[in-house]
């Protein structure tokens, strides 16, 4: 099976918001505009939650797939790009976890 990774997701997310509406259920999702976007998101949130709660991993790891999904929508609605969140994340991993999240609560 190829590799497929969350930068591909992110193109593709990229390539169906440029296309019409009526066949992409991305396009969809954007055209409602980013509060839609991010309830989606948070139903997605429960579920995920939900399932990993249950400790059904089939349904988990759908559930995941859905919340990646919907979070990449979110950001890009927001015009927010994956490469702007992993640089947050790349900057946060110049310390321990403990001492960023000491840290971000100082600011």
């Known amino acids: 099976m190829p590799r497929f990774t969350i930068h591909d997701l992110a193109a593709i997310i990229d390539a169906r918001a440029a296309s019409g509406g009526d066949a992409s259920y991305t396009r969809k999702l ?3 505009g980013p509060v839609h976007c991010a309830r989606k998101l948070g139903e997605e949130v429960v579920e995920t939650v939900i399932a990993a709660v249950e400790n ?3 349904h ?5 797939a859905d919340l990646l999904f919907h979070f990449l929508v979110l950001l890009k609605a927001r015009d927010v790009t994956l490469e702007d969140v ?4 790349a900057q946060r ?7 960023e999240k000491a ?5």
């Open 30 to 32: 954007l055209d409602k």
């Open 56 to 58: 059904d991993r089939h």
């Open 60 to 64: 988990l790891i759908a559930e995941g």
């Open 86 to 89: 992993e640089a947050v994340l």
């Open 93 to 99: 991993t110049t310390r321990s976890g403990l001492e």
């Open 103 to 107: 840290a971000r609560n100082r600011d």
